[in-house]
């Protein structure tokens, strides 16, 4: 009863959180030392779960206007994401670029993909390949991504991993 409870508060608390208009709070932020901090927060899953965890810094990250708390529900879901698609283990590789005008994020994890036919519909609310999904987190990810007037594309393909690239606008 207390897990039910538990999952439906959950749930609950990510439709809310998924339909409710979010008042940003930019803060100048560097999102690479954002991203480790991130990670750190996440140490024990990746030791738990077997997963080799990789951050490369491809050049310097300049400080930009970022939400910390929307931009951590988004990067957390992409990480436990990239966690439960390696069950047996596996490696998720992150690489943060800069790039004129805007930061990069790429995560990149040897899981079991996403099969072609049902990459399409990932974003939508509610749709769900997890037997115990939601399908709220990409939704989620994709909302918050278009706040801060950035782009996600995922590349995937079954029994390879996926690919999930966010470019975001450095803002002053």
């Known amino acids: 009863i207390h897990v039910s409870i538990k999952d439906a508060t959950d749930t609950i608390g990510k439709l809310i ?17 954002f991203l480790i901090r991130t990670c750190n927060l996440l140490k024990s899953k990746f030791i738990r779960n077997n997963i080799e965890l990789e951050i490369i810094k491809e050049n310097e990250i300049s400080e930009s ?15 436990i994401n990239a966690i ?9 590789t992150i690489k943060i670029i800069e790039r004129k005008d805007k930061q990069i994020l790429i995560f990149k994890d040897t899981g079991c993909g996403i099969s072609k036919d049902k990459l399409p519909r990932i974003f939508d609310p509610f749709y769900t390949t997890k037997k115990d999904g939601t399908g709220l987190g990409m939704g989620l990810i994709h909302t ?22 966010i470019s975001l606008p450095i803002r002053e």
């Open 144 to 165: 918050i991504v278009k706040f801060h007037s950035g782009t996600i594309n995922i590349n995937s393909e079954e029994g390879v991993g996926t690919e999930v690239i």
């Open 65 to 79: 206007k970022f939400d910390e708390i929307n931009m951590k529900s988004a990067l957390v879901n992409i990480i």
């Open 17 to 33: 959180n998924f339909s409710a208009p979010h008042d940003m709070e930019l803060k100048r932020n560097n999102l690479y030392d």
């Open 84 to 92: 439960q698609a390696m069950p047996q283990g596996g490696k998720l």
